[in-house]
C-alpha cells in the first residue's frame, strides 16, 4: 500500500488483491513454506524484473519464503512498475 496508497484492497478466490481502476493489479497468495506476490500482467515487466516465475499466460509471481527476509524495494518497485503499465506509463 505504501507504494501505491491508491489501490483498492479486496479478497478474490481466498487471497488479499489489490486493484487500481477496478482491474487486478497483484495479489498476495499465501502457501505453506511461502507466500507469492502476483502481478496480474507481469509478462510485461519481465525484461525489467527477470526473477518473476510463470504462473500462466500474463500472469507473473515472486515467491517470498517466510524465513528470509522481504525485499521491500523490489516489491514497490513491482507494485509500481504494474499500476504504471496500468495507467498508461
Known sequence: MAAEPGLETSI???NLVFS??????????????????????????LERFPMLDDA?????????????PVDTGLVEALV????????GG
Open 20 to 45: 487500481h481502476a477496478d482491474t487486478h493489479a497483484v495479489a498476495i497468495v499465501i502457501h505453506r513454506d511461502h507466500a507469492n506476490l502476483q502481478i496480474f500482467n507481469g509478462t510485461r515487466l
Open 80 to 87: 509500481r512498475a504494474s499500476v504504471g503499465l496500468m495507467s
Open 56 to 68: 500462466g499466460r500474463g500472469l507473473r509471481h515472486l515467491k517470498l519464503r517466510y524465513r528470509q
Open 12 to 14: 478474490k478466490w481466498g
